[in-house]
């Protein structure tokens, strides 16, 4: 007899089987893209049977600030979300890497489109995930038609669920046109990121990226490169506005995010990047080991950023 595994989620406060975490048709947040959301990635340790979720308190903060911006009222706090998704890891007990998508949301049915006085729902699902763009050899972009959101319009700095058409008109429009992703301009004509990732540009030694005031959302893997570049691989890095022109002769160039880690562009609009040998620069690939080693767990210096999870025997509650 095949014993089939129950996969959990999070919803109006309990755990329950994915099948039945499901919300009505009238629901506002469903409606008009009224929520905010993060994506967090759980590295599995075979060695010690252990997930490391990296940098989740960073994300649940960010997600808990950037809950202001739509008025909506939370009914767990930061630790109650990292306790809830560290029992939802348990008993999903996938045993390989995850993706972990927490959410804010406007649960009321509600027909006006407003954002006060509605209610607020939390809900997060995981799932086993592995690469979200090929890393291994550099990746095709182009510089997208869209541009943006800007910050008067609907901020980029909130990671906000209907914000995320801006993402996929940008990203699709490259798929179709034979690119791997795009690099979008801001409603001003300067750099601002990918599609669901922020830009980094190496040039002269210097590591270069645009400002938290560029139309970005402020990843949490950004801060960390900046971090592990200045700090332990002595970088100069430098936030600053970009030009598109700059893309075109820089040496090196690569995206991070949660779900993109850190993936290497090769070409730009045609143009290859840097020595045209299509290699990972030496910057880049120095920083990507330096990050792998960190969120896999072997990097005794960086242990404050991992949340471990550990397996638990006999967890995956049969149906
Ligand atoms: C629009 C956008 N920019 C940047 C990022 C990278 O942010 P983080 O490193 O916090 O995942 C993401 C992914 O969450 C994103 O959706």
Same mark, same amino acid.
């Given at each position: 007899?095949?014993?089939?595994?129950?996969?959990?989620?999070?919803?109006?406060?309990?755990?329950?089987?994915?099948?039945?975490?499901?919300?009505?048709?009238?629901?506002?947040?469903?409606?008009?893209?009224?929520?905010?959301?993060?994506?967090?990635?759980?590295?599995?340790?075979?060695?010690?049977?252990?997930?490391?979720?990296?940098?989740?308190?960073?994300?649940?903060?960010?997600?808990?600030?950037?809950?202001?911006?739509?008025? #909506?009222?939370?009914?767990?706090?930061?630790?109650?979300?990292?306790? =809830? &998704? +560290?029992?939802? %890891?348990?008993?999903?007990?996938? /045993?390989?890497?995850?993706?972990?998508?927490?959410?804010?949301?406007?649960?009321?049915?509600?027909?006006?489109?407003?954002?006060?006085?509605?209610?607020?729902?939390?809900?997060?699902?995981?799932?086993?995930?592995?690469?979200?763009?090929?890393?291994?050899?550099?990746?095709?972009?182009?510089?997208?038609?869209?541009?943006?959101?800007?910050?008067?319009?609907?901020?980029?700095?909130?990671?906000?669920?209907?914000?995320?058409?801006?993402?996929?008109?940008?990203?699709?429009?490259?798929?179709?046109?034979?690119?791997?992703?795009?690099?979008?301009?801001?409603?001003?004509?300067?750099?601002?990121?990918?599609?669901?990732?922020? #830009?980094?540009?190496?040039?002269?030694?210097?590591?270069?990226?645009? =400002? &938290? +005031?560029?139309? %970005?959302?402020?990843?949490?893997? /950004?801060?960390?490169?900046?971090?592990?570049?200045?700090?332990?691989?002595?970088?100069?890095?430098?936030?600053?506005?970009?030009?598109?022109?700059?893309?075109?002769?820089?040496?090196?160039?690569?995206?991070?995010?949660?779900?993109?880690?850190?993936?290497?562009?090769?070409?730009?609009?045609?143009?290859?990047?840097?020595?045209?040998?299509?290699?990972?620069?030496?910057?880049?690939?120095?920083?990507?080991?330096?990050?792998?080693?960190?969120?896999?767990?072997?990097?005794?210096?960086?242990?404050?950023?991992?949340?471990?999870?550990?397996?638990?025997?006999?967890?995956?509650?049969?149906?």
């Amino acid at each position: 007899m095949t014993m089939q595994t129950t996969e959990w989620a999070y919803l109006r406060g309990e755990f329950v089987p994915l099948p039945e975490a499901t919300i009505s048709i009238k629901t506002h947040g469903f409606l008009y893209g009224t929520s905010v959301f993060e994506g967090i990635r759980g590295y599995w340790s075979d060695d010690k049977e252990t997930t490391y979720l990296f940098r989740a308190r960073e994300h649940f903060e960010r997600m808990l600030r950037n809950a202001k911006l739509l008025m #909506l009222d939370s009914p767990l706090d930061l630790e109650g979300m990292v306790a =809830t &998704t +560290t029992e939802l %890891i348990q008993r999903n007990n996938y /045993r390989k890497d995850a993706y972990i998508q927490p959410r804010l949301y406007k649960s009321g049915q509600f027909i006006p489109p407003y954002i006060d006085g509605v209610e607020t729902d939390y809900c997060c699902y995981t799932q086993a995930f592995g690469k979200y763009l090929d890393a291994s050899k550099g990746i095709k972009v182009c510089v997208s038609s869209w541009r943006r959101l800007s910050d008067n319009s609907l901020t980029p700095r909130g990671k906000i669920g209907g914000a995320y058409v801006n993402s996929c008109l940008s990203s699709s429009e490259a798929h179709l046109n034979g690119f791997d992703d795009a690099i979008v301009l801001g409603e001003d004509g300067y750099i601002a990121e990918g599609s669901a990732m922020n #830009l980094f540009m190496v040039k002269h030694n210097t590591l270069i990226t645009p =400002t &938290t +005031t560029d139309g %970005i959302l402020e990843g949490i893997t /950004r801060g960390t490169f900046i971090e592990l570049a200045q700090q332990e691989l002595g970088i100069e890095v430098c936030a600053r506005r970009i030009q598109r022109s700059e893309l075109y002769d820089c040496d090196e160039l690569f995206f991070t995010g949660t779900a993109a880690q850190m993936v290497p562009i090769a070409s730009v609009d045609h143009r290859t990047v840097g020595s045209g040998t299509g290699d990972v620069g030496p910057i880049s690939q120095k920083l990507k080991d330096l990050y792998e080693r960190i969120v896999k767990g072997n990097h005794p210096a960086y242990e404050h950023w991992l949340t471990p999870v550990p397996a638990l025997a006999g967890a995956g509650t049969s149906s």
